[in-house]
């Protein structure tokens, strides 16, 4: 290979790279030695499970690190400045102007008191590369490019008057505002579903190749990398596994590690059959009718499903067609406006502040983000444990006994998690124990909201397992939300494709995934990535974009 160094354009150029964490009263390396190039207008897939150093390496071609950790060894030379060397002073200069970074969650990321164009334009302004003027009609411009509605206008609302598509693609615009030439893609499409995620990957694509921007793109979807980065390297606990060109790393990855990678989802749960119409057995949760609002919005209409006992029916749909709020209306959360919901045969209160601690306890949630699901301050052992005292009212030698279970039956050591915070677990391990919470209630049925949609596709495989093991031991149903397909073929009995509030289409797995489909299924069906690099440009050349 001819070393990329002596090529004219190479702008970023990182060697024997090391990073430390301190942990435990002690610096410990984190990231061993890195190697990277990167040449103007070439974009790089950083790629591996959680934990391996992915956004720590990202995060250090800008000269940055998170708190706690440190570089400890080697450089990082961008565009001849070797920034371990710059003042902070400097670096800040570096950072918004020639060197941008966009985040996981836009909705986490923007100042929500402020509008979006007086965000876009604050670096422009404050490093005097624009005018005020000059920079809110290059936003609008910015917001064409990158496919925004009524780009004249919409950065004049306020965030969380934007969609998840909407404003990850804004914050793209204000990555792009002092023209960059690099920008670092932290995992930019995780938490959107499939079809806004197509234009996102689209309109990232666009931007990179109009201003010859070179690019990190992090990711744990193999799918996606395929479809934006030129190379890919595959890292594993801070150590490089390979790296190779895109076409070459997915055809014929060399390292049995990488195979594993690519060989994740093959997982399959059998699939179930509800019981005969002329069974006696009731469904666990039965929605039926179900209309409901947010104010004077509508935003729930006729919602009619079954969930019975030891099956799985997933619910499926882009950002906003009610998937989520039908769940808050099971739980009592949303009080329907028309509708009933029944537990076993028996009308549930619509509120609930009148239902019995027993209804409570039947229905529990496993939540997307087990980050600010768990409170970073209390130990794992209570965590785990308020649920079991407060249904079951365990307290002393019982109460620990039964949350050791609980422990155990999550797979995780009770002599080793026991005592721990929540800051002291990978995702996964947080994730199992936000399962372990819901199980404390011993309920008959679980709402799993996007639970995998955050984890890396190994993590998220060996969750997918143990929710079947779970189901299987406790005889559970679930009401497994999501908008990733490939986890609706992996654990679904049954599929409720949802749109603006009303459900288009349902039926068991089997049926769903073979045509002919409703015509909105047949949008979602085609919009799942594929392990093909041509695959986003053939698609969208099908869709005139």
Same mark, same amino acid.
């Given at each position: 290979?001819? $070393? ?10 990182? %060697? ?9 009263? +002690? ?29 720590? *390496? ?8 998170? $708190?706690?950790?440190?570089? +400890? ?7 001849? *400045? ?22 996981? /969650? ?28 000059? /920079? ?81 793109? *992090? ?104 998937? +989520? ?15 009933? *919901? ?8 619509? /509120? ?5 601690? $027993? ?26 444990? %308020? ?36 800051? !002291? ?35 998220? !495989? ?69 392990? $093909? ?13």
């Amino acid at each position: 290979m001819t $070393d990329a160094s002596e090529h004219k354009d190479l702008l970023l150029k990182i %060697r024997d790279l090391r990073i430390e964490g301190y942990s435990d009263e +002690s610096w410990v390396e984190i990231v061993h030695g890195i190697n990277l190039d990167l040449h103007r207008g070439e974009v790089l897939g950083l790629i591996g499970e959680s934990g391996a150093g992915k956004s720590t *390496i990202g995060l250090a071609a800008m000269g940055f690190t998170r $708190d706690g950790c440190r570089i +400890s060894g080697g450089s990082v030379n961008f565009d001849g *400045i070797e920034l371990t060397k710059q003042s902070k002073r400097d670096l800040r200069k570096l950072r918004g102007v020639r060197i941008a970074y966009v985040a996981q /969650s836009a909705a986490a990321s923007f100042n929500p008191a402020h509008k979006l164009i007086d965000q876009h334009t604050e670096a422009p302004v404050h490093y005097n590369v624009k005018s005020r003027v000059d /920079s809110q009609e290059d936003a609008k411009e910015l917001y064409e490019k990158l496919r925004l509605p009524n780009p004249q206008e919409i950065g004049f609302r306020y965030p969380h008057q934007v969609s998840g598509g909407q404003l990850q693609r804004a914050m793209t615009a204000m990555a792009m505002a002092c023209r960059p030439d690099l920008i670092i893609f932290d995992e930019p499409t995780t938490a959107l579903d499939v079809t806004t995620q197509i234009e996102v990957l689209a309109a990232i694509r666009d931007i990179v190749e109009q201003f010859n921007t070179a690019a990190i793109y *992090i990711t744990h979807d193999l799918a996606v990398v395929a479809q934006m980065a030129d190379r890919i390297k595959v890292l594993l606990k801070g150590d490089e596994v390979e790296e190779a060109d895109t076409a070459t790393m997915l055809s014929s990855p060399q390292e049995e590690y990488t195979k594993s990678l690519w060989a994740v989802r093959s997982f399959r749960k059998p699939q179930k059959s509800r019981p005969e119409a002329s069974s006696s057995e009731p469904p666990v949760v039965s929605v039926d009718g179900v209309d409901a609002s947010y104010g004077k919005l509508k935003v729930l209409n006729d919602v009619s499903f079954d969930v019975y006992r030891g099956m799985t029916v997933a619910v499926v749909g882009e950002s906003g067609s009610g998937k +989520s709020t039908t769940a808050r209306c099971i739980t009592g959360l949303l009080p329907p406006t028309k509708g009933t *919901i029944r537990f076993n045969g028996q009308e549930l209160p619509s /509120s609930y502040k009148n239902r019995t601690t $027993d209804q409570l306890r039947q229905a529990q949630m496993i939540y997307q983000m087990a980050d600010t699901a768990l409170n970073p301050r209390i130990k794992i052992c209570d965590i785990i444990g %308020r649920p079991a005292q407060f249904y079951s009212g365990l307290n002393g030698a019982p109460l620990k006994t039964r949350v050791e279970e609980l422990l155990d039956l999550i797979e995780l050591e009770p002599s080793q998690y026991y005592n721990r915070y929540p800051p !002291e677990l990978s995702g996964g391990q947080k994730q199992r124990i936000g399962i372990a919470r819901a199980l404390a209630a011993e309920p008959s049925f679980i709402i799993c909201d996007e639970v995998t949609s955050a984890l890396d596709q190994l993590v998220a !495989e060996g969750i997918l397992k143990l929710l079947d093991r779970l189901q299987s031991t406790l005889d559970l149903a679930y009401m497994f939300i999501t908008h990733d397909l490939a986890t609706v073929r992996s654990i679904a009995d049954e599929v409720v494709v949802m749109k603006e509030g009303r459900v288009v289409e349902q039926g068991p797995k089997d049926t769903m995934f073979t045509p002919p489909h409703h015509d909105y299924t047949d949008l979602l069906l085609s919009s799942v990535p594929e392990m $093909d690099p041509n695959w986003l440009t053939q698609l969208l050349e099908e869709r005139g974009v």
